[in-house]
C-alpha cells in the first residue's frame, strides 16, 4: 500500500516542518497582538519592539531561511540559494562539459542542460549524471554511433539473432528523477525492422537485443511485442517503424516502465523494475538507424504533464501522512519548536508573547536573548566595529578563545568600511544615521503578516456567508489554497507588489567608504591590522586556507574602482551579514551551553539530508518533495 | 416515547412559526434567526417547519418591503437551509412558489440580500425534482443574471452552477448563447475561485453539447488573451481536480463533434483523447470511468484515426475489460457499502464499456480482432443482450452492431457464440431505439456468407422482419427490408416464396412508394434478389408479373435519382433474362420505348443497365429470339446499339458490341 515506506521517515520530518511553518505564519499573526498593544502603549521607545516583530514576519513571509548559515552547514541553500542563483549543484559541472565545438552544439548543449535541469531538478549531477548520450565505450561492435553519439546505426551481418546488438547511454537513470524519460527516433527500418528500445542494467550482454536477458527490458517495432528479461515476449503495443518516435518512461517511484509512440502513451509495460538501469537500444539488421533525444529537443509526449501528476501525487500523500494519537504532542512539539526558534534568533517579544500564548517556558533569561538581540542587530545593519565591540563587552572571553571567528568579524567589518557603514567611517563620512539602521533586506518587512490577516478579516465581516449552513458538495471540491476561503489567497500577490515601491531608496550612493577621504585611510589602516592579525594568526595556529581566502576576497574590493559591481561585489550585499550574524550568535549561544542552531533548521536540514539520502538509496519520491516548496 | 419526542418536536417547532407572526418586527426578526440556528444539519426539524407552513409565511417576510433589509436576508438564508435537506423539501417549497419569489428578490439591489437569493435559488434548482423550465418562464430572468455575474464571486458561482443545471435542451443553450452567456461566463474560468471555475467550465459543456452555433463560437473566445480551447486544455493537466479534467475534456470533445475543431488537430489527437482514456483507468472513481468512457466513445464515433490512436493508447482495449468485473466478488463478501456502490454502477459501467467498444471497432477491422480477442467479450455481449437494463442491452447490441462489420468476425466469433440466438430474443418486444440496432446487426448477420444466416432462417425470422417493413420508423423500415433483401441473395426458391409469401404483394408494392429513398432502394433490391436465376424469375413473374410491370413503370416515370433508376433498370434486365417473363416486356410497347430513352440518357449507370436489358431480350439461344431481334430493330434499337459501340465508356462499349453480335450470329 505505501509505495515508499522506507521514506517514512522523512515524511514524518516533513510533516514536522510543514506545520511549522504554519504554525509560524498562523502565530505570527496570533503574536502579532500583543506587540502591537504594546507598541501603543509607549510610542516613543518602542523601537525595538517593532523592529523585532517586523523582522519575525520578514522571515515568515518571505519564506527565506531563518538561520541562515546553519541551512548552510546541512548543505541547502536557502536564502543563499537565492543569492547566488547562477552556479547551484550541477550547473558548474555541465558547464565544464561545453567547452569546445561550434556555436550550434553550444546552443544545443545549453537548450540540454536547461531542459535536464527543468525536467530533474532533484538531481545532484556530481553526484549521479544525467544521461546525456550513448556510450562509445559500452556497447557492441556491430554498434556504429555517429552525430555527437546520439546516432546509433547498425554494421554487423544481421543474419541471425546472434548478431543483434546494443548500446547503452553513458550513465545509469538516478533515483532522483523520479520519472524519467528519453525518445528514440527510427531513422530508418533497416532490412527487417528489429529495433529494440528499453533499458539495461551494467554488465548485461550487449550482443543481444534489449530484453533478452535478466536485468534487460525492451520494445521491439518488428512484432511490437515486449521483452521482460526473456526471450519470449508479450503483446503490448503496436508495431513501430521509420519515422515513428518511440518513447520509453521510467517511474522510479512505483519502478515501471511505459513506452509512447509519436506522443501516445502506450500504458504500463514493465513493473518491478531494479535500480540503475541505463537507456539501451538493440538493432539487429543492416540500415537500421536510430537517433536518440536524451532532452537535447523537446519531447514528443508531454512528459512533464505526467510529471505534474506524479508531483501532485506525492505532495498529496505527505499532505495526508497521519500524525496518528499523538496528535496533542505533536502540537507541543510544533510549539516547542517554534518558540526555540525564537529564542534562538532573539526576537524576543514575540518569543515572549507566543511562550505566553502556547502555555510554555523560555529557557534563556530574557536580558539574555535581548543581548544577542542587540549584537544581532548591529551586525545586520552593517556596524561591525560597533558589535564586536559590544560582544567583547558582554561575552568578555568569547572572542578571545575564538580568534577565527574573530578574524572573520573583522573582516566583515573591513568589508563594511568599504561599504562605508561601519560605525568607525560612518562617523567619519557624513550620511544620515537614521536611514542606516534599515538594512536593504528590510524594504519587505512591511510586507507583514498582521497586515495580510487583517484584510482577510475585513473581507469577512458584514457577510452573513459564516453563518450559513455549509455547502454540501457531494463531490468535496475545495479551494485550490489549502487554507479555504478564509485566507483569501489573493492578497499575496497583492502585498509583494505593495512592497515593490520601497525598493528604490535603497542604493541611493555608493562611494568607497561613503566618499569620506579620513574614512579611506581609516579603512586602510584597518587593513593593514587585518594584515597582520591574518599573519599573527599563521604563525600561531598554522595555516587557514579558509581565513586566507577571506581576506584575499575582501581586499579584492580594492582593486576595483567601483567594487559594488565587480566581480566580489556581492561581498558588500547586506545578505552576506547574515551567515556572520549567524556564526556568532551560534558561538555566543554555546557558550551558555545551548544548541548552536535551533531545533526548527535542525529538521529542516535534516529532511534535506533525508531527501539525498533517499536519492542514493533509489527511492524516487525524493524529486517531488523539494524542502523549498515546504517553506513557501 | 416515540410519540412524545415527535410531539416535543412538533411543539418546539410551533414555537418557532409562531414567532413569525409577532407584531413587533425585532423579535420576528430574531425569530427567524433563531429558526436558522435550528434547522441547521436538521433534517427533522425542517421537515416539521415545512408542514406547520413556516414557508408561506417565510416568503410573505422576503417580499413584504416593509420588512427590513436583515430581515429580508435572513429569511432567504434559512429557506436555503431548507432547501438543504430532502427532494420533499424542495417539492413544498416550489409548491409554494419560491423560485419567483427569489428571482422577483434579485432585483433587489442589496449585494447581500442577492446573494442569499442566489444560494437559495442554487440549491432549489440543482434538485432534480425541480422543473428547470421554471427558470425560462419570465424573459428577463436571464439577461438579469447575467447582469447579476460581475457582482461577487458568490453571484458567479451560484449564477454559473444554476446555467449549468438548467440547460437542457437546444433552446435552453439558444436562449442563454442569445443573452452572451459566452462572453459573460468566459473571463470565469481564469477566476481565482475555484468553484466559479469548476462551474464556469460545467456551462461551456452543456452549452457546446450537440450546438454547433455555441461551438463555432467558443473556438474564436479569448480569455486573456488566449484562446478557449487553450485554456480548456490546460484545464486537462493531470495535476487539476480530476473532475476539472474530465469535464475540460467535455468541452474540447463537444467542440470537435460539432465541427468547430478539427479531429487532427493536436489538442484533440495529443491532449483530450489521452485525457478521457486516463478517467478509464481503474484508478478513477466508477462514476468518473462511466463519463470518460462515455465522453470518449461520443468523441472518436466518426473519426478511425482517433479509434486507431486510442486502441493503442493505455491498453485501453484490455482496460475495459475491467469494467464488467463489478461488482466484484471481493466486495460481496467484505464490504456491504462497497457492494451497494459497486451495485448502483454495475450497469452504467457495462453499457458505458460497450458504447466504447462499439465506438472503437465501428470501422478498423484489426481493432475489431482484438475486442473480440479481450477475455470473454463475446460471452460478455452475449449476456449483455439480455440483461435487465434497457441500456446496457442498447449499448450490448450496438457493440455487436459495430463488430458485425467485420466478415471475418461473422464467419468466426459470432456464429462460435450464437449470438443470433440472444439477438433473435431481444428483436421481440423490444423499444424501437434496440430494434433499430438489434435489426441492424441482424442484416450482417443474413448476409449471405455469415454462417449465422441458416439458424437464423429456421427460427422464423421472416415474419419478424415482414413486420418491421410495417413500422413508422423509416429506420426499421430499411433494416426489415435489408435483412429481406440479403436474405433473398443467392436464396432457395423456398425461401424465395416463403418472402414474398410473408411480405405480401401489397406490402411489397407500399414499400416501393416509400417516402424513404432507403427503403425504396432495399425494396429494389429485394425485388432483384428476388429475380435471379431464370427459373425463379419466370415463377414470380407468372405469379406477380402484371404488378411488377406496373411498380417499374410508375418508378421509372417518377422523379427519382438515378441509383433508384438504376436498380430499377438491373431489375428490368433480371425480368428479361426470364424464359416467360421476358414476353411482360417485349409485349409492352411503352416499357420498351422507356428501355430506349434510357439507352440514349446522360448517365452512362442508366445506358449500361437499359442496354443490358436490351442484350438479355435479344439473347440468341433463347426461343424466340428472331422475333424479338427483328422487333427490336423496327424500333430502332440497332441503331442506338450501334452508336453506343462508340461510347467512350469501355464497360458500355463492350456491352452494346456484345449486344449488336446477338444479330450477327
Redesign the interface.
Given at each position: 500500500v505505501h509505495i515508499f515506506s522506507q521514506s517514512h521517515l522523512c515524511l514524518v520530518m516533513y510533516q514536522v516542518l510543514k506545520e511549522a511553518v504554519c504554525g509560524l505564519i498562523a502565530v505570527s499573526w496570533l503574536a502579532s497582538r500583543p506587540i502591537r498593544i504594546k507598541q501603543a502603549r509607549n510610542l516613543s521607545s518602542s523601537s525595538p519592539v517593532v523592529s523585532d516583530s517586523a523582522r519575525f514576519s520578514h522571515w515568515t513571509l518571505i519564506e527565506s531561511c531563518p538561520a541562515k548559515d546553519s541551512w548552510q552547514a546541512v548543505g541547502i541553500g536557502g536564502r543563499n540559494r537565492i543569492a547566488m542563483s547562477g552556479p547551484s549543484s550541477g550547473c558548474g559541472f555541465l558547464m565544464s562539459v561545453v567547452v569546445h565545438g561550434d556555436l550550434a552544439l553550444n546552443e544545443q548543449e545549453k537548450e540540454l542542460n536547461q531542459r535536464l535541469k527543468r525536467l530533474y531538478p532533484a538531481v545532484n549531477e556530481q553526484e549521479t549524471p544525467l544521461p546525456r548520450s550513448w556510450s562509445p565505450k559500452d556497447k557492441f561492435s556491430y554498434i556504429g554511433l555517429s552525430q555527437n553519439n546520439l546516432r546509433v546505426h547498425y554494421k554487423g551481418h544481421g543474419k541471425t539473432p546472434k548478431d543483434a546488438a546494443s548500446v547503452r547511454a553513458t550513465h545509469p537513470i538516478p533515483a532522483a528523477c523520479g520519472v524519467y524519460y528519453f525518445e528514440v527516433k527510427i531513422i530508418s527500418k533497416g532490412r527487417d525492422g528489429y529495433m529494440g528500445i528499453g533499458l539495461s542494467a551494467q554488465g548485461v550482454n550487449m550482443n543481444r537485443l534489449p530484453g533478452w536477458d535478466k536485468h534487460s527490458y525492451g520494445y521491439h517495432g518488428d512484432d511490437g511485442h515486449s521483452f521482460c528479461s526473456s526471450g519470449t515476449g508479450q503483446p503490448y503495443?503496436?508495431t513501430f517503424t521509420t519515422g515513428d518516435v518511440i518513447g520509453c518512461c521510467v517511474n522510479l517511484i512505483n519502478n515501471t516502465c511505459?513506452y509512447t509512440?509519436n506522443?501516445?502513451?502506450?500504458?504500463?509495460a514493465f513493473t518491478d523494475l531494479p535500480p540503475n538501469l541505463y537507456p539501451t537500444v538493440g538493432l539487429q539488421t543492416p540500415g537500421e538507424v536510430v537517433d536518440a533525444n536524451f532532452g537535447q529537443h523537446p519531447f514528443v509526449f508531454?512528459i512533464e504533464?505526467?510529471m505534474?501528476?506524479w508531483?501532485?501525487k506525492i505532495q498529496a500523500q505527505i499532505d495526508r501522512f497521519p500524525i496518528g494519537e499523538r496528535e496533542g504532542e505533536w502540537q507541543a512539539m510544533i510549539q516547542k519548536m517554534v518558540a526555540s526558534y525564537l529564542v534562538h534568533h532573539s526576537y524576543c517579544a514575540t518569543a515572549e508573547a507566543f511562550a505566553k500564548s502556547t502555555d510554555q517556558a523560555v529557557h534563556e533569561e530574557l536580558a539574555s536573548i535581548k543581548n544577542r538581540q542587540k549584537i544581532q542587530k548591529l551586525v545586520l545593519s552593517g556596524r561591525m566595529g560597533e558589535a564586536i565591540e559590544t560582544t567583547q563587552q558582554l561575552y568578555p572571553s568569547l572572542l578571545e578563545r575564538n580568534q577565527d571567528l574573530l578574524f572573520m568579524l573583522k573582516v566583515r567589518q573591513f568589508i563594511e568600511m568599504v561599504n562605508g557603514t561601519d560605525s568607525e567611517v560612518r562617523c567619519l563620512g557624513g550620511r544620515s544615521p537614521k536611514s542606516q539602521d534599515c538594512y536593504p533586506g528590510s524594504p519587505r518587512l512591511f510586507n507583514s503578516p498582521v497586515h495580510k490577516a487583517s484584510s482577510s478579516q475585513t473581507y469577512q465581516t458584514?457577510?452573513?456567508?459564516v453563518?450559513?449552513?455549509l455547502d454540501?458538495f457531494s463531490?468535496g471540491?475545495?479551494?485550490?489554497s489549502s487554507n479555504g476561503?478564509l485566507n483569501g489567497?489573493?492578497t499575496h500577490g497583492i502585498d509583494l507588489e505593495e512592497c515593490d515601491g520601497d525598493m528604490g531608496e535603497i542604493i541611493i550612493w555608493r562611494q568607497l567608504c561613503g566618499g569620506s577621504q579620513a574614512a579611506i585611510e581609516r579603512m586602510i589602516q584597518f587593513g593593514r591590522e587585518l594584515q597582520s592579525m591574518s599573519e599573527h594568526l599563521r604563525r600561531e595556529r598554522g595555516k587557514n586556507s579558509a581565513n586566507k581566502k577571506m581576506l584575499k576576497d575582501a581586499f579584492s574590493l580594492l582593486a576595483y574602482s567601483d567594487p559594488w559591481s565587480s566581480p566580489v561585489g556581492y561581498q558588500l550585499d547586506s545578505i552576506q551579514r547574515e551567515p556572520v550574524c549567524s556564526t556568532l550568535n551560534s558561538a555566543i549561544l554555546e557558550t551558555h551551553n545551548l544548541p548552536k542552531q535551533p531545533p526548527l533548521a535542525l529538521s529542516v536540514g535534516q529532511a534535506a539530508q533525508c531527501l539525498s539520502l533517499m536519492a542514493r538509496t533509489g527511492s524516487g519520491s525524493c524529486a517531488f518533495a523539494s524542502v523549498d516548496d515546504y517553506l513557501h | 416515547m416515540m410519540v412524545c419526542t415527535l410531539m416535543e418536536v412538533t411543539a418546539t417547532s410551533r414555537h418557532y412559526v409562531d414567532r413569525l407572526f409577532d407584531p413587533d418586527p425585532q423579535n420576528v426578526l430574531q425569530g427567524v434567526i433563531d429558526m436558522?440556528n435550528a434547522v441547521?444539519?436538521n433534517n427533522r426539524q425542517k421537515a416539521n417547519l415545512i408542514v406547520l407552513g413556516a414557508v408561506p409565511r417565510l416568503l410573505y417576510l422576503l417580499q413584504q418591503s416593509s420588512s427590513s433589509l436583515e430581515l429580508r436576508?435572513?429569511c432567504a438564508?434559512v429557506l436555503?437551509?431548507l432547501a438543504?435537506g430532502t427532494e420533499n423539501n424542495i417539492k413544498s417549497l416550489v409548491d409554494c412558489h419560491i423560485i419567483p419569489a427569489l428571482l422577483q428578490g434579485l432585483l433587489c439591489s442589496d449585494l447581500?440580500f442577492i446573494?442569499?437569493c442566489l444560494?437559495c435559488l442554487r440549491t432549489v434548482f440543482i434538485s432534480p425534482v425541480t422543473p428547470v423550465q421554471l427558470l425560462y418562464t419570465d424573459p428577463t430572468v436571464i439577461p438579469h443574471l447575467m447582469s447579476l455575474l460581475s457582482r461577487s464571486q458568490?453571484t458567479q458561482e451560484y449564477i454559473t452552477q444554476i446555467f449549468a443545471h438548467c440547460c437542457k435542451t437546444p433552446e435552453h443553450q439558444t436562449v442563454l448563447f442569445n443573452h452572451g452567456a459566452i462572453q459573460n461566463i468566459a473571463p470565469l474560468l481564469i477566476s481565482?475561485?475555484?468553484?466559479v471555475r469548476?462551474q464556469a467550465l460545467k456551462c461551456f459543456s452543456v452549452l457546446a453539447y450537440e450546438n454547433a452555433q455555441v461551438s463555432m463560437t467558443l473556438v474564436n473566445v479569448l480569455v486573456d488573451g488566449e484562446q478557449l480551447s487553450q485554456v480548456f486544455v490546460r484545464m486537462m493537466?493531470?495535476?487539476k481536480?480530476i473532475?476539472m479534467q474530465l469535464t475540460a475534456a467535455k468541452c474540447l470533445t463537444y467542440m470537435c463533434r460539432a465541427g468547430a475543431i478539427r479531429t487532427d488537430d493536436n489538442c484533440i489527437v495529443?491532449?483530450t483523447l489521452?485525457c478521457l482514456v486516463r478517467m478509464c483507468s481503474k484508478e478513477r472513481l466508477l462514476e468518473e470511468r462511466v463519463e470518460g468512457a462515455e465522453t470518449l466513445a461520443y468523441l472518436m464515433e466518426p473519426d478511425i484515426e482517433l479509434q486507431r490512436?486510442a486502441s493503442?493508447?493505455?491498453?485501453l482495449v484490455s482496460?475495459l475489460a475491467d469494467y464488467f468485473k463489478y461488482p466484484s466478488s471481493v466486495s460481496a463478501i467484505t464490504d456491504i457499502k462497497r457492494l451497494d456502490h459497486d451495485l448502483k454502477h454495475a450497469h452504467e459501467l457495462r453499457q458505458a464499456a460497450f458504447k466504447l467498444y462499439a465506438s472503437l471497432g465501428s470501422n478498423d477491422e484489426d481493432i475489431r480482432k482484438k475486442i473480440t480477442e479481450t477475455e470473454n467479450m463475446m460471452d460478455r455481449i452475449v449476456s449483455g443482450l439480455s440483461e435487465s437494463s434497457i441500456k446496457v442491452r442498447l449499448a450490448a447490441v450496438r457493440c455487436l452492431h459495430s463488430l458485425s462489420r467485420s466478415v471475418q468476425q461473422l464467419r468466426t466469433s459470432f456464429h462460435d457464440h450464437a449470438v443470433w440466438k440472444p439477438l433473435m430474443k431481444l428483436l421481440q418486444n423490444a423499444p424501437d431505439e434496440v430494434l433499430v440496432m438489434a435489426s441492424s446487426t441482424l442484416c450482417n448477420l443474413l448476409l449471405e456468407f455469415s454462417p449465422s444466416k441458416e439458424p437464423i432462417l429456421e427460427s422464423g425470422v421472416i415474419e419478424l422482419l415482414c413486420s418491421l417493413t410495417q413500422s413508422d420508423s423509416p429506420a426499421l423500415r430499411v433494416n426489415g427490408i435489408w435483412a429481406l433483401m440479403n436474405m433473398a441473395f443467392q436464396a432457395d426458391q423456398k425461401v424465395k416464396v416463403e418472402i414474398v409469401r410473408a411480405l405480401g404483394t401489397e406490402q411489397l408494392f407500399r414499400l416501393l412508394s416509400d417516402p424513404d429513398t432507403n427503403v425504396l432502394m432495399k425494396t429494389l433490391g429485394l425485388l432483384r434478389n428476388l429475380l435471379s436465376t431464370r427459373p425463379h424469375i419466370d415463377q414470380v413473374m407468372s405469379s406477380h408479373g402484371k404488378q411488377i410491370m406496373q411498380a417499374v413503370t410508375l418508378i421509372l416515370e417518377g422523379e427519382h435519382s438515378i441509383e433508384v433508376k438504376e436498380q430499377t433498370l438491373c431489375i428490368l434486365a433480371n425480368i428479361a433474362d426470364g424464359n416467360t417473363a421476358k414476353e411482360l416486356i417485349m409485349t409492352n410497347d411503352d416499357m420498351l420505348q422507356k428501355i430506349k430513352y434510357y439507352m440514349g440518357h446522360s448517365n452512362v449507370k442508366l445506358q449500361l443497365a437499359a442496354t443490358f436489358c436490351i442484350s438479355n431480350l435479344i439473347w440468341n439461344e433463347e426461343d424466340g429470339s428472331q422475333e424479338r431481334q427483328d422487333k427490336l430493330r423496327d424500333m430502332g434499337f440497332v441503331d442506338i446499339l450501334h452508336k453506343l459501340t462508340q461510347a467512350s465508356d469501355p464497360n458500355l462499349c463492350d456491352r452494346a458490341k456484345t449486344a449488336m453480335q446477338q444479330y450477327l450470329a
Open positions: 503495443g503496436p511505459f509512440k506522443g501516445h502513451s502506450l500504458g504500463i508531454d504533464d505526467y505534474r501528476e508531483r501532485t458584514g457577510t452573513a456567508e453563518e450559513m449552513e454540501h463531490n471540491v475545495s479551494e485550490s476561503f489567497s489573493s | 436558522k441547521i444539519g436576508t435572513e438564508v436555503g437551509s438543504m447581500i446573494e442569499a444560494r458568490h481565482p475561485s475555484f468553484k469548476m493537466q493531470r495535476d481536480p473532475e495529443l491532449k489521452p490512436i493503442v493508447t493505455d491498453h482496460m
